[in-house]
Every structure is written in C-alpha cells, then in structure tokens.
C-alpha cells in the first residue's frame, strides 16, 4: 500500500530547517527516505528499521514513529542541494522488502 | 556512477512493438527490482528477483516479463506496447532486506 506524503512542496531558504512526512496505514518494518533530483536517479538517504536502529546519511535526520506508523525527515539548516524530491519508501517485513513509494515531497531551496 | 548498470538510457519505439531493458546489479547484490516511474504516480513496483529467482510482483502488466540469469543481470521485457507505457525504468539492487537501494540511472521509454 502506497504511502502518503506531506506536504506535497516546500519552499524554503538556505539555512531555514523543514520537516517532511510519511505515514502508512499498514504495520512497518522499515522506512527508506530517497533523494531524486530532476533527471538523475534517487539516491539512497537512509533507512529507520523497527526497533530504533537507522542507517544512512550523516547530515540528515529522521525519525520512525512505530505506534503512528509515520516518519518525519528533518532538514536542517538547508542548502541548495537539499533541492531535489524526497521520495519515501516502506516495506511490511524483512523478508519482503519490496518497497512501496509515496509519490514525494518537491523540496525548493532558495538563496 | 552508483554501481548499477542499466542500458539502453533512452529508447523512442512504435506502439505495438516490443523491447528489452537491462539491468546489472551492484557487484555483492542478490536483488533487484524494477520500477516505473511516470510524472502523476511516482515510482510504481512492478517485480523483485532474488538470486535468480522472481521473490515478488507488483502492479505488472501480463504485456511485461522479466527474469534474472544465472550472472545476476536482469532483464524487462515490455511487449505489444500503448502510448500509455511510455515512463521512465528504474532497475535497482540491494544486498538484503535491511538495507537501501541502489538505482541505476534508468532508461527512458517512448512510444510513439
């Protein structure tokens, strides 16, 4: 079951902070947080597994709710290349970890 | 260059006919999944291999196969193919379950 993303465009200043959503209306094992900039391929950002254990990117931070089902990224002091749509994607188990993708947040720094 | 390999990177065909699109997996990983992507729904599932095996399908139309060899590269076969399948295809790979994607660069798909 797809995603649900929010909010659906940003615009923000370099150096302000936002936060971006996801939520499932399913049980999660994992949430994947992905950046895709216009043309290019996404690029892995990190990962939030049940249980409290994350893996990814050391600039950026987020967050897994297990009892909401919801995860929030923070972007934090912005930079230009925070531009770009952040896609997430969610897997109900270890075993099937075909994800699911919400269909993005479009992320606008500006200077 | 993310490690995954996927040819060719652009592709114009006719309505009705058919096309293949390859994929190599990032040396180490046994998975790979393809995906859809089109502007109004975002990236769509559409199968998962696993070591040579298919592990699970998504919205994939009977239109499209797939399979993986023995050398792990995978291919889509998308056949008797409509305007509406004109997208972009996303191969990516992954060591295991607990563990990000790696996507190739895509090979966008036109149908004239």
């Known amino acids: 079951q797809q995603p649900v993303q929010s909010p659906q465009a940003v615009i923000l200043r370099e150096g302000e902070d936002a936060v971006i959503n996801c939520s499932s209306s399913k049980a999660l094992y994992s949430v994947h947080w992905y950046r895709q900039k216009h043309g290019e391929a996404p690029v892995f950002l990190m990962i939030?597994?049940?249980?409290?254990e994350q893996k990814g990117h050391d600039k950026i931070s987020a967050s897994f709710n297990e009892k909401k089902q919801q995860s929030s990224l923070y972007l934090t002091a912005s930079q230009l290349s925070y531009s770009g749509t952040y896609f997430c994607?969610?897997?109900?188990?270890?075993?099937?970890?075909?994800?699911?993708f919400g269909k993005g947040n479009q992320v606008v720094v500006i200077p | 260059d993310s490690g995954v390999t996927q040819t060719p990177k652009h592709l114009i065909t006719a309505t009705g006919q058919r096309v293949t699109l390859r994929c190599s997996p990032r040396s180490g990983d046994l998975s790979v999944y393809w995906y859809q992507q089109s502007l109004d729904q975002g990236l769509q599932f559409l199968i998962q291999y696993y070591n040579g095996e298919e592990r699970a399908k998504g919205n994939i139309l009977e239109r499209f196969s797939a399979q993986q060899f023995p050398d792990l590269h995978s291919e889509l076969n998308l056949s008797s193919l409509e305007l509406g399948d004109s997208a972009l295809y996303f191969c990516a790979s992954s060591i295991s379950g607990g563990d990000g994607y790696t996507f190739g660069s895509g090979t966008r798909l036109t149908v004239v």
């Open positions: 939030l597994l049940k249980g409290g």
């Open positions: 994607g969610t897997a109900q188990s270890y075993g099937n970890n075909r994800l699911a």
